[in-house]
């Protein structure tokens, strides 16, 4: 099964947190947010680490490997444009499995989904409405390994 971009997906607003999550994939990178004093991940992007409560925290490359650590397979038309079926999964982040990020899993057919599927970011470029003007964001979407 080969991936076709969808003609519609409701993009991100960023904020100060967010925006290098959303646009990270410009260069290919997927950057999530680390505490630099405990070291963890963690996701969504906030201002300070809900493990230690430091604040000096930033965004950091990861690998962009994942493992599926649930899913559904959406049969349902809920956005025009972006048509059924497709695949919502949670991955946890091979960096620190504790860190999962809500995404779709393509180029897999759902019969062939399953719990523990590796698989690895890439990024669709899309124009978002944020704070009044178009801002162009990167959607990380991952996709089995190919071994």
């Not at 960023?14 to 994939?25: D, K, Q, R, V, Y």
Request: glycine share 8%; aromatic share 10%.
């Amino acid at each position: 099964m080969s991936y076709q971009r969808p003609d519609l997906r409701l993009a991100p607003s960023l904020t100060p947190e967010s925006a290098a999550f959303w646009t990270g994939g410009r260069n290919g990178d997927l950057l999530i947010t680390r505490c630099r004093a405990c070291g963890h991940y963690f996701h969504p992007p906030a201002p300070a680490c809900w493990r230690c409560r430091s604040t000096d925290v930033g965004p950091e490359k990861v690998s962009g490997r994942a493992t599926v650590a649930a899913f559904t397979v959406d049969r349902q038309p809920w956005i025009p444009g972006f048509e059924p079926p497709y695949i919502v999964a949670i991955v946890e982040l091979a960096e620190e499995p504790d860190v999962r990020l809500m995404t779709n899993v393509v180029d897999v057919e759902g019969e062939h989904m399953r719990v523990g599927l590796e698989v690895e970011v890439f990024f669709e470029d899309w124009t978002s409405l944020s704070g009044g003007e178009d801002t162009r964001v990167w959607i990380p979407l991952f996709r089995p390994v190919a071994n």
